[in-house]
């Protein structure tokens, strides 16, 4: 599913990468490379080369600062708006379904989910340690 290519309400098919690089800029406008791969927790370079595919797909455009003339910023153009919305679409569905059916589900189900849920946690936790 990771890998799955799919389109946010546009004729442009984005992965996962993609469109969470696009949420990064909708979530800050006028962000720059360095800031943008704090975000997403990658290289500069990688930051740098997703932008530059976003700036193909006509998702994404770099702008000379208005602070400096040695840093690019990002925005969304319109398409990258429609995918940023669209992206917020698709997890509001995703969760509402997710949602609903643990409104559906038997009460005994439901705490036998949590009780799995709370060991697994504290399996985690002692591992971290």
Request: hydrophobic share 35%; no cysteine.
């Amino acid at each position: 599913m990771e890998n799955k290519q799919r389109s946010y309400g546009t004729d442009i098919v984005l992965s996962r990468a993609e469109i969470h690089t696009i949420a990064a800029v909708g979530d800050h406008p006028g962000i720059n490379i360095t800031g943008l791969a704090d975000i997403l927790g990658v290289t500069k370079g990688a930051a740098s080369q997703m932008v530059y595919k976003l700036v193909e797909k006509g998702t994404v455009e770099k702008k000379v600062s208005p602070d400096s003339d040695t840093e690019v910023v990002l925005n969304l153009t319109e398409e990258g708006r429609k995918n940023y919305v669209g992206h917020i679409e698709y997890h509001n569905q995703a969760i509402d379904g997710s949602l609903k059916m643990l409104r559906d589900m038997p009460e005994s189900s439901y705490t036998d989910m949590i009780e799995f849920l709370s060991e697994f946690e504290k399996t985690i936790d002692k591992n971290l340690k």
